[in-house]
T-cell receptor, first 116, second 107 residues
Framework: DTGVSQDPRHKITKRGQNVTFRCDPI?????LYWYRQTLGQGPEFLTY????????KSRLLSDRFSAERPKGSFSTLEIQRTEQGDSAMYLC??????????????FGPGTRLTVL | GNSVTQMEGPVTLSEEAFLTINCTYT??????LFWYVQYPGEGLQLLLK???ADDKGSNKGFEATYRKETTSFHLEKGSVQVSDSAVYFC??????WGAGTKLIIKP
């Protein structure tokens, strides 16, 4: 069990650029979640997948955000035309839908995005 | 809509003091409730959970009881240690999160 990994750990970009983040979940986990967290706040749910299907997406999520999990393993989160308000920590978590640790989310270290 | 409200921090206590961090929620249906902890420099990790009314979650000396009548899930510990210093988050269905409460324990 190598844990949830995220890449990159830090990203600095200029306003208007596109960015893409990657998340590799724990291998046997079939659910994968994306959150955004700003300083002094709790995580804000963005979207989640079960296997390759995107089952829920936050109504607050701008259409500039898109996520994929094409083979049911790793996932990518893309932000198009970044804005300064997108600056935040982007967290990924994974969980399994069976077993003793059913539905317990394991979080990655996050990707910190700074939009200049 | 669903929401979670946590007491604001920071909460500063002396070692061996009793801890309560309040969490109340608004929800339709019967949500599951969670407490997560984030130690300095580390990622979020599950502390405890409760999936139905009157359930008590417990771990590492922390407890929380799911109270449907008061829509609360307060976190308690009888005797805190310096190593408990962290940020604690209450979450509803792991999709709606409180703002977090920073806990500082002084020796």
């Amino acid at each position: 069990d190598t844990g949830v990994s995220q890449d990159p750990r830090h990203k600095i970009t200029k306003r208007g650029q596109n960015v893409t983040f990657r998340c590799d979940p724990i291998s046997e986990h079939n659910r994968l979640y994306w959150y955004r967290q700003t300083l002094g706040q709790g995580p804000e749910f963005l979207t989640y997948f079960q296997n390759e299907a995107q089952l829920e997406k936050s109504r607050l999520l701008s259409d500039r955000f898109s996520a994929e999990r094409p083979k049911g393993s790793f996932s990518t989160l893309e932000i198009q035309r970044t804005e300064q308000g997108d600056s935040a920590m982007y967290l990924c978590a994974s969980s399994q839908t069976s077993g003793t640790r059913y539905n317990e989310q394991f979080f990655g270290p996050g990707t910190r995005l700074t939009v200049l | 809509g669903n929401s979670v409200t946590q007491m604001e921090g920071p909460v500063t206590l002396s070692e061996e003091a009793f801890l309560t961090i309040n969490c109340t929620y608004t929800a339709t249906g019967y949500p599951s409730l969670f407490w997560y902890v984030q130690y300095p420099g580390e990622g979020l990790q599950l502390l405890l959970k409760a999936t139905k009314a009157d359930d008590k979650g417990s771990n590492k000396g922390f407890e929380a009881t799911y109270r449907k009548e008061t829509t609360s899930f307060h976190l308690e510990k009888g005797s805190v240690q310096v190593s408990d210093s962290a940020v604690y988050f209450c979450a509803l269905n792991q999709l709606i999160w409180g703002a977090g409460t920073k806990l500082i324990i002084k020796p």
